[in-house]
């Protein structure tokens, strides 16, 4: 599996772990049934090794479709539609 450095810290803000807290909407994301089996979902597991799992869950195009000012969900892993406005297009 590849590792990255940004893909643990994009994972922070996601999940929530001892250095920070997850905003509501992300703090649930393995309560569901249907995500709470998957890797990403297991604690024991390196963190890396869940960020890697979870991203490579969200199909390209739908990747794409999050980096727009009214980015899109992504309802399979409970990831819920935002709007970026301007922070995140620069």
Request: overall charge negative; glycine content about 4%.
């Amino acid at each position: 599996m590849m590792k990255a450095n940004w893909v643990a810290a994009w994972f922070t803000l996601v999940f929530p772990c001892s250095l920070v807290v997850a905003d509501p909407l992300w703090a649930d994301v393995c309560t569901y049934e249907s995500v709470r089996s998957l890797p990403f979902c297991d604690t024991s597991l390196d963190l890396e090794d869940r960020v890697v799992d979870y991203v490579s869950r969200i199909p390209t195009s739908a990747q794409i479709r999050m980096l727009k000012h009214g980015a899109e969900g992504f309802e399979p892993l409970k990831i819920p539609p935002y709007q970026w406005w301007s922070e995140g297009l620069q």
